[in-house]
């Protein structure tokens, strides 16, 4: 069993940045990926980010490319998404997840075997 704990979310002008965490604890950290789901209100779950179990290779949805980073400390069992030149759009709900296999994590919400709570992100205008 892994537990996820995100925290950092909170309100941003359009154009400023925030840092996510995300805090895991249960079996080894660097044994899974780990990503970003986002939801904004009405919207379905949809695929931010993901990095692979060593940290060398990450994937970004076009919308958040160039703009979010992702980064993990296996020794602390953190994972972090930077996000600059945040937009309205980024308003959302922002899951923190962890699976063996980023390909999992990259190709749909469905079968990703742990989810944090969230953490709100709201970019005023």
């Known amino acids: 069993q892994v537990q996820l704990v995100e925290s950092g979310g909170g309100l941003v002008q359009a154009g400023g940045s925030l840092r996510l965490s995300c805090a895991a604890s249960?079996?080894?950290?660097?044994?899974?990926?780990m990503g970003w789901f986002r939801q904004a209100p009405g919207k379905e779950r949809d695929f931010v980010v993901a990095?692979?179990?060593?940290?060398?290779?990450?994937l970004y949805a076009d919308s958040v490319k160039d703009r979010f980073t992702i980064s993990r400390d296996n020794a602390k069992n953190t994972v972090y998404l930077q996000m600059n030149s945040l937009k309205p759009d980024d308003t959302a709900v922002y899951y923190c997840?962890?699976?063996?296999?980023?390909?999992?994590?990259?190709?749909?919400?469905?079968?990703?075997?742990?989810w944090g709570k969230g953490t709100l992100v709201t970019v005023s205008s």
């Open positions: 249960g079996r080894t950290f660097s044994s899974y990926a």
């Open positions: 997840v962890a699976h063996p296999s980023i390909a999992t994590i990259t190709r749909s919400y469905n079968g990703i075997d742990y």
């Open positions: 990095i692979s179990k060593s940290g060398s290779n990450t």
